[in-house]
């Protein structure tokens, strides 16, 4: 996606059941089966973090994730934070633990965002399929965040992780991340 499909994207006027995931998947960079496994205590606003423990493929089946980086912890920016308020808002009333439910609160499927992503489509003109919402992610950060902090947030696996390897997490790291996310995604918004 371009800046002005992500502007079309995150357009007050723009509602769907499902738009918050798309939004969210937007400005995080989730496979879209990661967005799906997403529960509430996943999220924590006070350390200001989210936690990647599962995934649910598309025959609707949990799992641990795609590989051995997909279970991840990343910094909540503040444009993500306000996207899971205002998810919150939506679904309050479902009490589930699901971050993006269905209409009856039941976990949701990879089929049911598809439809929601064509209605969208149909609506906006916005190309692509929801894992395109990654690379848009991964394509608006590529210059302005380096490369080994893109792929820890996106979980991305290499033949040799140096960083995940030999590195390790430092207080404050996940906090400024996401403070650099929001500077870079709030000029594509905007």
Not at 15 to 43: H, K, M
Not at 59 to 82: M, W
Not at 94 to 112: E, T
Request: aromatic share 8%; net charge positive; with cysteine.
């Amino acid at each position: 996606l371009q800046p002005s499909d992500i502007s079309k994207l995150f357009d007050s006027s723009l509602d769907d059941w499902y738009i918050n995931y798309f939004r969210l998947a937007t400005v995080c960079g989730l496979r879209p089966g990661e967005c799906l496994g997403l529960q509430w205590s996943d999220v924590d606003f006070i350390k200001r973090t989210i936690t990647i423990k599962r995934s649910i493929n598309s025959h609707r089946q949990i799992t641990e994730g795609k590989n051995k980086n997909a279970r991840r912890e990343i910094g909540l920016s503040a444009i993500s934070a306000e996207i899971l308020q205002n998810q919150k808002l939506k679904t309050d009333f479902l009490n589930v633990c699901w971050i993006f439910p269905n209409p009856v609160g039941a976990m949701s499927s990879q089929s049911a965002t598809m439809k929601a992503w064509l209605r969208i489509k149909a609506k906006t003109g916005i190309p692509g399929t929801p894992y395109s919402l990654r690379h848009t992610f991964i394509s608006m950060l590529k210059y302005d965040i380096p490369e080994t902090m893109i792929k820890s947030i996106v979980g991305h696996s290499t033949s040799m992780d140096t960083l995940g390897t030999y590195g390790h997490k430092v207080d404050g790291e996940l906090q400024r991340v996401a403070a650099l996310v929001d500077e870079t995604l709030k000029k594509a918004i905007q």
